[in-house]
Structure formats: C-alpha cells, structure tokens
C-alpha cells in the first residue's frame, strides 16, 4: 500500500465504499428487505395494510445515488428553497397573503 499510486488507491476507496456488495448501501437494502419480509409475512398483516409498506420505507439510507451531478444537486438546493419559503408562507393568515398578492399584481 505504501507503493501504491495514489489514483488506484482513491479508485481502490470508492469501490469499496460504493460498489461492491459488501457496500453500507448494500447491506443497507439487504436489512431493509429483510425487514419488508418480515412485516409482510407476520400474522396480523392485512391486505389494506400490505398495499401501503414499500421497501424503502425500511432503508437507513435514504439517499437514491451516491454521486450526484451538478444539475441534480441544484435542483435539491432549489427544493428545499421551496421549501422554506413554503414552510414561512404558511405561518401568515391566508387572508393577508391573498391581499399581498393582489396589491403586489
């Protein structure tokens, strides 16, 4: 390892890290799969019940891909200021933000 050239040894990291099966991610899914199993399979589980869990409902890992583009992380950035700005809006009486809107129009 000491005479490793430092590229193999970043592209050495992020196949262990990301790609190979024994990944966080990985074992992630296994556990989540796992535990989908065992929900859909104990005693009491109805119909009604089964339709609405999903796998991913079971994942620690929430994040779809780990190496994500320029575009798709300014489109995180832009809905989480939506958001926010959401989340502000619904503090204020409806009323007084139609009238805003209407004086701003």
């Known amino acids: ?44 589980m109805t119909r009604d019940t089964a339709k609405e869990i999903k796998p991913s409902q079971f994942q620690l890992i929430k994040d779809e891909t780990v190496f994500k583009t320029q575009e798709e992380l300014e489109e995180i950035a832009r809905q989480k200021e939506e958001e926010r700005k959401a989340a502000m809006m619904s503090m204020f009486d409806p009323a007084l933000l139609q009238q805003l809107r209407a004086t701003v129009e």
Not at 21 to 40: H, I
């Open 1 to 44: 390892m000491d005479n490793m050239p430092v590229p193999m040894f970043w592209s050495l990291h992020i196949f262990d890290t990301f790609l190979e099966p024994q990944s966080p991610q990985f074992k992630d899914m296994q556990n989540a799969m796992l535990q989908y199993s065992m929900y859909m399979t104990c005693q009491g």
